[in-house]
């Protein structure tokens, strides 16, 4: 059974980081990514990389604050984030499927997220 299981949220002051952790079981995924869903809100991209970290794509308002990175021995992406502000408050899922892409629905498999709560 392919599985993803995510860790690593919790509750931060701005400014401060957490790094979250998306480990896969049963296969192999070309793409790992991240998105997240704030209250009330669609689900939206945040990050993805290929299976090397070669191909790397973030969303706008992520850039320079958060990085993801991918370890193949291990099966598991990361996201590491820093800078963070209120705005970032949701709750990630990680992702994964084939191709890379800004659409959640173009991703196969799912986790069942982690929260994130920023406060000031």
């Known amino acids: 059974q392919v599985q993803l299981l995510e860790s690593g949220g919790g509750l931060v002051q701005a400014g401060g980081s957490l790094r979250l952790s998306c480990t896969a079981s049963g296969r192999t995924f070309y793409i790992m990514g991240w998105f997240r869903q704030a209250p009330r809100k669609e689900r939206v991209f945040v990050a993805t990389s290929n299976w090397n970290g070669i191909m790397q794509t973030y969303a706008d308002s992520v850039k320079g604050r958060f990085t993801i990175s991918r370890d193949s021995t291990r099966n598991t992406a990361y996201l590491q984030m820093n800078g963070l502000k209120p705005e970032d408050t949701a709750v990630y899922y990680c992702?994964?499927?084939?191709?890379?892409?800004?659409?959640?629905?173009?991703?196969?498999?799912w986790g069942r997220g982690t929260q994130v709560t920023v406060f000031s």
């Open positions: 992702a994964a499927g084939h191709l890379s892409s800004l659409n959640s629905t173009d991703y196969t498999h």
